[in-house]
């Protein structure tokens, strides 16, 4: 016997959630049978040409379904020895479940699983709540989320449509290594020393340089990679509706420098001043995300480097927008949206991305140790100009500990300006004339901007 006491106004509330939770996940039902195709011909005498009754049915099925699953749990609640009569139960509800798969396969040829699938976790879940085996909480979230699957399933056909085979398997293929390895990482850290020692080598005053920490290194790795997945995915998903300032932004919480080359290259081909503009502003908004994903990591990593330097980067960031948004009213002209990337979840990038991070992560340290503050400062700024996450990172884990909390603000701010020069240059090599001069001149302004507030922060 269970030592759990159900009384009538538990059984009441559980009763009346199981009800909810049948009307919620069935609530499309209704629809989504009447939209399916009348039978014509049928292979089975018992079904009516003309009439889906090959259909699961309607909410108000769901709704039995769940009351069903319900009662199976209080039952078990109240005496374990029902356990034989619930599997029986059990079995009904797949038996016809089966039944129906089956005659939709060879009546109609539909191999979908979905509303049979959403029938067993019906059936799953108010089983659980009736037989307490989860929180209530858990078991209406898990509810609400499948009938959002449920009811958004055309635009999760849409959502899955702009991707590429490719693309799909590589990001699986990246998450699933992910989660495999990175548990098995030792979040240990490797000295040169320690690497030396194995071949009886010694490195001197350079005994103590760090090398690596395997797990942090990785784990470094999936959160860049995370973050450039959320850019990724708002370009695809609106790529096919979005002007090119979305799309170019969007593509900037990417790689901003790949944006900027892709721009630069594609005003060899514009025919107006108009058009020039409006790419000109896009180069801005583009590398206007570097000034958002430097503290959003700083924020993840230090919180107080991240209010240091968040009010230089916010000025910088709404001086942008002031500039493209007045570029773009001059440029009268519509643009197709942009397709520049690949999947940074795919490994090459990621694994590429790692190796930057760790050869950054070594100068730095090496920099500090020949040089002080000042080494780490130089060769932190020198590495921003193949990427800012690298730096950004390095720099949140070495303050206040490594470097002076103000030392590392002025590093972060000072490596923003080195790479908008470096795109001045990349602009200077590769643009048209127009786009040229206009796209340097603003990136020039955005720059002298942070250096104004960059000694302003040292006056202070």
């Not at 395997?214 to 997945?229: E, K």
């Not at 908004?285 to 968040?310: D, E, Q, V, W, Y």
């Not at 972060?412 to 602009?427: P, Q, R, S, T, Y």
């Amino acid at each position: 016997m269970s030592n759990y006491i159900l009384d009538a106004q538990s059984i009441l509330l559980r009763l009346i959630l199981g009800l909810f939770i049948g009307i919620l996940i069935g609530i499309d039902r209704d629809d989504s049978w009447q939209q399916r195709a009348t039978l014509t011909r049928s292979r089975f005498t018992f079904i009516k040409p003309g009439k889906p009754t090959v259909g699961l049915g309607g909410v108000r099925t769901y709704v039995i379904l769940a009351l069903f699953g319900t009662v199976l749990g209080l039952l078990y609640l109240s005496d374990p020895r029902m356990l034989p009569l619930i599997i029986i139960g059990f079995l009904g509800v797949v038996i016809y479940i089966s039944i129906a798969y089956f005659l939709n396969y060879f009546d109609r040829h539909t191999l979908g699983l979905t509303t049979e699938l959403g029938m067993l976790l019906l059936l799953a879940l108010t089983y659980a709540l009736g037989a307490n085996l989860l929180d209530y909480k858990i078991i209406l979230g898990v509810a609400v989320a499948a009938s959002l699957i449920s009811n958004l399933k055309v635009e999760f056909r849409k959502l899955i449509g702009s991707f590429t085979q490719k693309e799909i398997l590589e990001s699986i293929e990246f998450v699933a290594l992910s989660v495999i390895i990175l548990p098995w990482l030792p979040n240990v850290t490797v000295t040169l020393h320690q690497v030396l020692s194995v071949v009886s080598l010694d490195a001197g005053r350079f005994n103590n340089l760090v090398l690596i920490n395997p797990f942090q290194a990785w784990l470094v790795v999936v959160f860049v990679s995370g973050l450039n997945f959320v850019g990724y995915f708002l370009a695809k998903t609106l790529r096919s509706s979005s002007s090119i300032l979305v799309t170019a932004f969007l593509g900037g919480l990417v790689s901003s420098t790949s944006v900027t080359n892709f721009l630069a290259e594609k005003s060899l081909s514009s025919k107006s001043s108009g058009s020039s503009k409006l790419l000109v502003s896009a180069v801005l908004l583009a590398n206007m995300t570097s000034f958002i994903r430097i503290p959003l990591i700083a924020f993840a990593l230090n919180f107080s480097l991240f209010k240091a330097i968040a009010p230089t980067l916010i000025i910088m960031t709404i001086a942008s927008i002031i500039i493209a948004y007045s570029l773009k009213r001059s440029a009268i002209i519509k643009e197709s949206p942009l397709t520049i990337f690949t999947s940074p979840l795919a490994l090459k990038p990621a694994l590429t991305f790692g190796i930057l991070f760790l050869l950054v992560s070594i100068s730095s340290n090496l920099g500090i140790m020949l040089f002080g503050s000042n080494g780490f400062a130089a060769t932190a700024i020198l590495a921003s100009l193949s990427g800012l996450d690298a730096v950004t990172i390095v720099t949140a884990r070495a303050v206040p500990n490594t470097v002076a909390p103000l030392v590392g603000e002025s590093i972060l701010i000072a490596a923003v300006i080195v790479n908008l020069l470096l795109k001045i240059g990349v602009i200077q090599i590769y643009a048209e004339r127009r786009f040229k001069g206009h796209a340097s001149f603003w990136l020039g302004v955005i720059a002298l901007i942070g250096i104004i507030l960059l000694g302003i922060q040292y006056l202070i």
